[in-house]
């Protein structure tokens, strides 16, 4: 087995069934379930040391769900991962606790830092024999006449470029992708960025849950990712990236420490004080991809959302189950004629696994961010019942029903209203048609950006 360039030696073309460019969570994922599966896999990452980031920590029920499907649990061993059952929602310092729709007690979710799962991945391809991982950047795709027939890379520590060849190519580069433009028409909006935070030997109001917490400050959250650590994400909305400064560091103090709960302030204030502060862009980026025989885009390269709701691994992996079922039923994957169908039928229809996460969690968003709304959601979910367990089933990615999240959408918007005409003042009427109208705004792009069915086009054609 291959499992580092700089340890063994690569032919100056060496041949696959499929090579992959990214060892992330989605690139990973898909060259162990191809792998395990026997198919002969390239895999090719510029760094596979331990990245330090605070993306991909929260790995909701749904997510879960489908590594077992894949036979791919074992991902989660040994990182000292905690488990989530479910979220306590915090507005303007009122609590509201929202666990995961129960099954046998068994359905949660899990925290955890990105880098070690990550390398928990890259660990058990290393022990697969017919996977190659290899250290090094790629540098092109490469053509044979009308298809992508591999790349080529410059391994790590070497002079001499080496080329890959394989019967299909997954782009799986992440946000950055450098080769995203080969394969799709990308609109890459950034919608702000996340503060990332560590607190630690401190104990969050609900053990083993994730936070939000809302209010007249930018939204937060936070969710163990071990014993000991606890991640905090604020968010700072616009396109402006904040500087980590002491100006910054103020400004963390002066507006977030009140809204903090009591028994995380003072490792807070430890955490602004030592200055371990990272930041990522929150990105949103729908599917537009276009077909390129003998390759396919997979995770970030292709679709993004808000990571508020933590839904990305569990809709990158999604993506993978879908994708690598319909590579391994084909019979013979030389057959170029039926790989581009299968890879034009996961475009075509892999909305349905992902749709309502990404729906979610820019509209969560963006409701977050208006008060009439902020205010209407919290007071629904605090209704319990399904009013809060099939959101919960929703934002988990254990229900895809996307009529289900268009109708709690609304009576959100609609629950807020009638507690505003209750007023009976003009100024609650204006407010009441103002929150609607908000709503629509919020909703009308993001079905519109998901293949939406003729019922949802019928939803579309009623609310505007």
Same mark, same amino acid.
């Given at each position: 087995?291959?499992?580092?360039?700089?340890?063994?030696?690569?032919?100056?073309?060496?041949?696959?069934?499929?090579?992959?460019?990214?060892?992330?969570?989605?690139?990973?994922?898909?060259?162990?379930?191809?792998?395990?599966?026997?198919?002969?896999?390239? @895999?090719?990452?510029? /760094?596979?040391?331990?990245?330090?980031?605070?993306?991909?920590?929260?790995?909701?029920?749904?997510?879960?769900?489908?590594?077992?499907?894949?036979?791919?649990?074992?991902?989660?061993?040994?990182?000292?991962?905690?488990?989530?059952? !479910?979220?306590?929602?915090?507005?303007?310092?009122?609590?509201?606790?929202?666990?995961?729709?129960?099954?046998?007690?068994?359905?949660?979710?899990?925290?955890?830092?990105?880098?070690?799962?990550?390398?928990? %991945?890259?660990?058990?391809?290393?022990?697969?024999?017919?996977?190659?991982?290899?250290?090094?950047?790629?540098?092109? $795709?490469?053509?044979?006449?009308?298809?992508?027939?591999?790349?080529? /890379?410059?391994?790590?520590?070497?002079?001499?470029?080496?080329? @890959?060849?394989?019967?299909?190519?997954?782009?799986?580069?992440?946000?950055?992708?450098?080769?995203?433009?080969?394969?799709?028409?990308?609109?890459?909006?950034?919608?702000?960025?996340?503060? !990332?935070?560590?607190?630690?030997?401190?104990?969050?109001?609900?053990?083993?849950?994730?936070?939000?917490?809302?209010?007249?400050?930018?939204?937060?959250?936070?969710?163990?990712?071990?014993?000991?650590?606890?991640?905090?994400?604020?968010?700072?909305?616009?396109?402006?990236?904040?500087?980590?400064?002491?100006?910054?560091?103020?400004?963390?103090?002066?507006?977030?420490?009140?809204?903090?709960?009591?028994? $995380?302030?003072?490792?807070?204030?430890?955490?602004?004080?030592?200055?371990?502060?990272?930041?990522?862009?929150?990105?949103? $980026?729908?599917?537009?991809?276009?077909?390129?025989?003998?390759?396919?885009?997979?995770?970030?390269?292709?679709?993004?959302?808000?990571?508020?709701?933590?839904?990305?691994?569990?809709?990158?992996?999604?993506?993978?189950?879908?994708?690598?079922?319909?590579?391994?039923?084909?019979?013979?994957?030389?057959?170029?004629?039926?790989?581009?169908?299968?890879?034009?039928?996961?475009? @075509?229809?892999?909305?349905?696994?992902?749709?309502?996460?990404?729906?979610?969690?820019?509209?969560?968003?963006?409701?977050?961010?208006?008060?009439?709304?902020?205010?209407?959601?919290?007071?629904?979910?605090?209704? !319990?019942?399904?009013?809060?367990?099939?959101?919960?089933?929703?934002?988990?990615?254990?229900?895809?029903?996307?009529? %289900?999240?268009?109708?709690?959408?609304?009576?959100?918007?609609?629950?807020?209203?009638?507690?505003?005409? @209750?007023?009976?003042?003009? %100024?609650?009427?204006?407010?009441?048609?103002?929150?609607?109208?908000?709503?629509?705004?919020?909703?009308?792009?993001?079905?519109?950006?998901?293949?939406?069915?003729?019922?949802?086009?019928?939803?579309?054609?009623?609310?505007?």
């Amino acid at each position: 087995m291959c499992s580092l360039i700089s340890h063994c030696e690569v032919n100056k073309i060496a041949k696959y069934d499929v090579c992959i460019l990214g060892a992330g969570v989605a690139g990973a994922a898909i060259a162990a379930y191809l792998g395990k599966n026997n198919l002969k896999v390239a @895999i090719v990452d510029r /760094f596979l040391g331990e990245r330090d980031t605070i993306v991909g920590e929260l790995l909701q029920p749904g997510g879960v769900r489908l590594l077992s499907e894949m036979g791919l649990s074992c991902f989660l061993d040994d990182l000292d991962a905690q488990k989530v059952y !479910g979220y306590n929602v915090i507005n303007d310092g009122k609590s509201c606790l929202v666990p995961y729709p129960d099954v046998n007690g068994k359905l949660h979710g899990f925290g955890f830092r990105n880098g070690k799962f990550v390398m928990n %991945m890259r660990k058990y391809l290393r022990d697969l024999p017919n996977v190659d991982l290899i250290e090094g950047k790629v540098t092109s $795709l490469n053509f044979d006449d009308s298809r992508i027939s591999g790349f080529t /890379f410059l391994p790590k520590g070497g002079e001499k470029s080496q080329t @890959i060849e394989a019967h299909l190519t997954v782009v799986s580069d992440g946000p950055s992708s450098k080769f995203r433009n080969k394969l799709s028409n990308p609109e890459v909006e950034i919608n702000g960025h996340f503060l !990332g935070i560590i607190l630690e030997d401190c104990a969050l109001p609900y053990e083993n849950h994730g936070h939000l917490v809302m209010g007249d400050h930018p939204p937060f959250v936070m969710y163990p990712i071990n014993r000991k650590e606890i991640r905090v994400l604020i968010d700072f909305p616009g396109t402006t990236v904040p500087r980590i400064n002491e100006e910054l560091k103020n400004e963390l103090r002066e507006n977030f420490y009140d809204a903090m709960p009591s028994s $995380l302030k003072d490792a807070f204030i430890s955490a602004v004080e030592k200055g371990r502060l990272k930041v990522m862009p929150n990105h949103r $980026l729908p599917a537009k991809p276009f077909k390129v025989g003998g390759a396919v885009l997979l995770g970030d390269s292709l679709n993004m959302r808000h990571p508020l709701t933590g839904g990305g691994m569990t809709a990158a992996f999604s993506d993978v189950k879908f994708l690598g079922d319909k590579i391994l039923s084909i019979k013979d994957i030389t057959d170029t004629v039926i790989l581009d169908g299968h890879i034009r039928a996961f475009y @075509i229809d892999r909305h349905r696994g992902s749709q309502t996460i990404n729906i979610l969690a820019d509209a969560l968003y963006k409701v977050v961010l208006n008060k009439d709304l902020r205010d209407a959601f919290f007071d629904y979910i605090e209704q !319990g019942g399904r009013y809060a367990g099939e959101p919960m089933a929703l934002l988990g990615g254990i229900s895809k029903d996307k009529s %289900m999240l268009i109708k709690h959408f609304f009576a959100v918007a609609n629950h807020g209203t009638r507690k505003k005409l @209750i007023r009976a003042e003009i %100024m609650s009427i204006g407010s009441s048609v103002t929150m609607l109208r908000d709503a629509v705004k919020i909703i009308t792009p993001l079905l519109k950006s998901e293949h939406p069915d003729k019922a949802t086009k019928f939803v579309l054609n009623t609310i505007s």
